[in-house]
């Protein structure tokens, strides 16, 4: 029975050893990289792949790619954890700095600065909101404008989650133009689909959006004026430039470099062609070093939609990297949910209020849906990326490692307790000795669960910057790309499959060893 204990620790000590791999801050580096953020939809993407492309001649980069909605992104800059990230003029007055009157580079940059943060390079497209319709629905209805939708209440509108919260979104149009209607939330990359397929009515868009033409759709005229312009922009880290002043140079000759029509046309390389951001960026960029035509026009045929291969996707050069990612967040979760949680069920189990005072408290967290408490843990943490993605993981894997240690040692006999008593055991020597022993594949079976729970609850971990298979996931869900999605959801369910194959080896070895 000693050596079964010996065998819980060595394993957790091999978890956490795992996670060490992933947990070295990339700030320890002798040369710290430029780190580039972006959003989760297509456009953020390609943006951040040509300031990643434009930097890398002159200084080491990292992308971290699809971090979420603008408040998560600019919670990155302002942490630090990022360096840069494109985003909008009208996001920036009314989202960031909830002043619609701040509309000049000069009048942002002034209110920035306090908070170390700047504003520069203007690309050279505006990609404001607005709403669309079928083109055929809405010729049928009337509806060109958005005042001709507050005469058609009985019109669907799903609208992005990002909209429907933001400043400048859902609540102050509906004011504007008196809409009766209420939208469903839903992925601004499923938005499409969903109106060509007649589930919804009225979606928000972007107006550089490839598949508003691809689909036939009315962009409804904004008569009342209401939505800013969003002029694409780069929001940076006021040290950058000093950091970094190579760097910052070539990021300056970015100005004025992308019109309405380029970027259109590389939105729809990766929504209608299947093109990889980064390729999309490095052949922009070569065009445009050689004097070409950026914003050619691009052919969209069945052919060429259907992009790479689901067999090149699964086995992709990121692969590895990813694995690496999932298995040391899994890791570390469970490593540390079963160094906390075998300790403080140990400490409740003999007393039934506690117990069942702290086993609730756990069982509690596992109603909270896990982006919630993601942001909750960035908002209380000031940071992105696998800190608050570990802390999350590690606290849905609680319940069933301190459940488990709770039901192991109440099914120990009280028989045998009382014969150690006799023999003149103290309690740690009973527990050490026969208690632990016994309760021992118990606990197991529950670590064994809370490793399930955290090898498909890691998924989530992209969304802040941690890495893992969620970064094709969540990739799949802002292109709409269900090759992209399958090819992140397999490697997952089958690094499942073999957590359960090792677990049935080290369960049938703990029984053999009893």
Not at 27 to 52: C, H, M, N, W
Not at 356 to 374: D, I, M
């Amino acid at each position: 029975m000693l050596l079964n204990l010996r065998w819980l620790r060595l394993w957790c000590a091999a978890l956490c050893l795992a996670w060490l791999p992933g947990a070295i801050s990339p700030a320890a580096a002798a040369d710290e990289p430029i780190r580039i953020g972006s959003k989760r939809f297509t456009e953020s993407y390609i943006l951040a792949q040509i300031v990643a492309q434009t930097v890398q001649p002159h200084a080491p980069v990292e992308v971290l790619q699809g971090l979420g909605n603008t408040a998560i992104v600019y919670q990155a800059l302002r942490a630090g954890r990022i360096d840069a990230y494109a985003e909008y003029t009208g996001t920036i007055a009314q989202e960031i700095l909830k002043d619609p009157q701040a509309g000049t580079l000069e009048a942002m940059g002034a209110r920035l600065a306090p908070l170390g943060l700047g504003v520069a390079v203007r690309f050279g497209f505006n990609d404001g909101y607005a709403l669309a319709m079928r083109a055929e629905q809405a010729e049928r209805l009337g509806v060109r404008t958005l005042s001709d939708l507050a005469r058609q209440p009985a019109l669907r509108f799903g609208l992005s989650n990002e909209f429907i919260g933001r400043a400048d979104g859902w609540g102050g149009l509906a004011r504007r133009y008196g809409l009766p209607q209420q939208p469903r939330g839903l992925d601004h990359g499923l938005a499409y689909d969903a109106l060509a397929g007649g589930q919804v009515d009225v979606i928000d868009i972007y107006t550089t959006d490839a598949k508003i033409g691809h689909l036939k759709l009315r962009v409804l005229q904004d008569d009342a004026a209401y939505f800013p312009r969003y002029d694409a922009v780069l929001l940076y880290r006021l040290d950058l430039p000093q950091r970094q002043p190579a760097a910052w140079a070539a990021l300056q000759k970015l100005a004025g470099s992308v019109d309405e029509a380029a970027m259109i046309a590389m939105n729809a390389k990766a929504e209608l062609q299947g093109q990889g951001f980064d390729v999309i960026a490095r052949d922009f960029l070569a065009a445009r070093a050689a004097g070409s035509a950026a914003s050619a026009p691009v052919a969209l045929s069945a052919a060429a939609s259907g992009g790479t291969g689901f067999w090149a996707r699964l086995w992709g050069p990121d692969l590895a990297r990813l694995t690496l990612q999932h298995l040391a967040l899994v890791a570390a979760s469970v490593a540390l949910a079963v160094a906390i949680g075998v300790p403080l069920a140990i400490a409740v189990a003999p007393h039934a209020r506690w117990r069942a005072l702290v086993l609730g408290s756990t069982g509690l967290l596992q109603t909270v849906p896990s982006l919630a408490l993601l942001a909750v843990l960035i908002s209380l943490l000031g940071r992105i990326g696998s800190l608050p993605a570990l802390l999350a993981l590690t606290l849905f894997a609680l319940l069933p490692v301190m459940r488990n240690t709770c039901t192991g040692l109440a099914e120990v006999p009280a028989g045998l307790k009382l014969a150690a008593s006799a023999l003149g055991l103290t309690p740690p020597q009973r527990l050490r000795l026969v208690e632990l022993p016994l309760a021992l594949p118990v606990i197991v079976a529950g670590v064994r669960t809370a490793t399930s729970i955290a090898v498909g609850t890691a998924t989530i971990a992209a969304f802040v910057g941690a890495g893992g298979y969620g970064e094709r996931i969540v990739t799949g869900l802002a292109l709409n790309d269900q090759g992209l999605l399958l090819a992140g959801a397999l490697p997952a369910a089958a690094l499942a499959l073999l957590c359960e194959a090792g677990f049935e080896l080290a369960e049938r070895a703990l029984r053999r060893g009893g």
